[in-house]
């Protein structure tokens, strides 16, 4: 079992940055994929960006490509969202997502089953 535990979410105005922060239990972290996913009221929880478990591959939704970076640290179990240049449309619960199948399957495919952070919400004023 993976406990995963969010961070870093807050209030900005747009234009501004903020940076994500998961941290995860467990021995294993390295052989998971990771992501972020983001779910605004009434909407489907989307795919913002993943990462292998190695850290050498990387993909990003269209709509952040360019202002948000993903990276982890696996020798503290950490997995990292940088967001740049925010957008009041960027306004969500972002949840942080561990799964064992491989980077480009995920984002393909989407997050199928796996293990779930409690969310942290940005909110982007105008």
């Known amino acids: 079992q993976v406990r995963l535990v969010e961070s870093g979410g807050g209030s900005v105005q747009a234009g501004g940055s903020l940076r994500l922060s998961c941290v995860a239990s467990?021995?294993?972290?390295?052989?998971?994929?990771m992501g972020w996913f983001r779910q605004t009221s009434g909407k489907e929880r989307e795919f913002v960006a993943i990462?292998?478990?190695?850290?050498?591959?990387?993909y990003y939704s269209d709509s952040v490509k360019g202002r948000f970076t993903i990276s982890r640290d696996n020798a503290k179990n950490m997995v990292y969202l940088e967001m740049n240049n925010l957008k009041p449309e960027d306004t969500a619960a972002y949840y942080c997502?561990?799964?064992?199948?491989?980077?480009?399957?995920?984002?393909?495919?989407?997050?199928?089953?796996?293990?779930w952070g409690q969310g942290t919400q940005v909110t982007v004023s105008s």
């Open positions: 990462i292998s478990g190695s850290g050498d591959e990387t």
């Open positions: 997502h561990a799964n064992g199948v491989g980077a480009r399957a995920m984002a393909k495919y989407g997050a199928s089953g796996g293990h």
């Open positions: 467990g021995p294993t972290f390295q052989y998971y994929t």
